[in-house]
């Protein structure tokens, strides 16, 4: 029995690899080919785009990534064991997929070698997928090298990204993600979607860069700024931002911010002109 792209189904490629599952790489493996293929089509059309994909794992998503018309695929895996099954996805798909042995949180994305329009589409491992995500958020320059982000995560992170002031779910990754893109929810998978079945549900991000955030500020301050006042979310602004600077309530007051406020009621604006402040007296 076949794949439609010609391949054996990826459940007989992990069989026949003796692959499972690692937990300490965070890996569930998607094995449905209608769910995988909903996923890339959710990058919009692959037509002479580059896609780079992190954690292909024995390659369901790649493939159908390749069967909806990417002109290339770059993959980042970092478990040796995934390569051969890799391998015979490239064979299939002669000069269309490029396989990088390597650490995803340690790759140099600018150098990559993107031809045209990129996109990144991912099925994250779980244990990486905020510090992932905040890394390509704080990419430098900005516009970024990707036209898009089309990435999985748990639907608890998926909710944090796209979450507004004054919830409980309303922080860091917001913050960030929400001054440089537009991010939305595209849909949820259940836990028996996947090989091993995770405890949690997952759920689909796009994140569309802006080309200009505003206000502008220093990412790096921002983050930060955020990392400071979410971190210790139940304190006052005041006593938070201590971490950052040694008077935060006059800083706040001289931006008509009230020092007794708490980070999850101010608007990502408010982050940014704090974070301008605080880069004018470095």
Do not use: H
């Amino acid at each position: 029995m076949t794949a439609p792209d010609g391949l054996p189904p990826l459940r007989e490629v992990i069989r026949a690899a003796g692959l499972s599952a690692k937990k300490s790489l965070g890996q569930n493996f998607l094995l449905d080919l209608n769910l995988t293929r909903r996923i890339a089509r959710s990058a919009g059309p692959l037509e002479g785009v580059t896609v780079v994909e992190v954690g292909p794992g024995p390659g369901g998503l790649t493939r159908a990534l390749l069967m909806e018309g990417a002109a290339k695929v770059i993959v980042i895996e970092r478990d040796e064991r995934c390569l051969a099954p890799l391998e015979d996805i490239a064979v299939a798909y002669p000069d269309r997929l490029e396989i990088l042995s390597a650490d995803a949180r340690e790759i140099d994305y600018g150098a990559l070698p993107i031809q045209g329009p990129a996109r990144l589409v991912a099925n994250l491992p779980y244990s990486v997928g905020t510090p992932l995500l905040v890394g390509w958020l704080k990419t430098d320059p900005w516009p970024p090298w990707f036209e898009s982000l089309v990435l999985m995560f748990q639907r608890e992170v998926a909710e944090r990204i796209v979450a507004t002031p004054g919830g409980k779910d309303y922080g860091r990754l917001a913050v960030l993600s929400q001054w440089r893109t537009d991010p939305r929810i595209l849909f949820s998978l259940p836990p028996d979607a996947f090989t091993p079945k995770p405890k949690v549900a997952s759920a689909v991000v796009k994140l569309v860069p802006k080309a200009n955030p505003e206000p502008s500020c220093d990412v790096r301050v921002l983050e930060r700024v955020t990392a400071a006042a979410f971190g210790q979310r139940r304190k006052m602004l005041r006593a938070s931002l201590k971490q950052v600077t040694p008077d935060p309530e006059a800083l706040l007051t001289a931006l008509d911010l009230d020092p007794k406020a708490r980070a999850e009621t101010l608007q990502i604006a408010d982050f940014c002109r704090i974070a301008n402040a605080l880069a004018q007296k470095q």
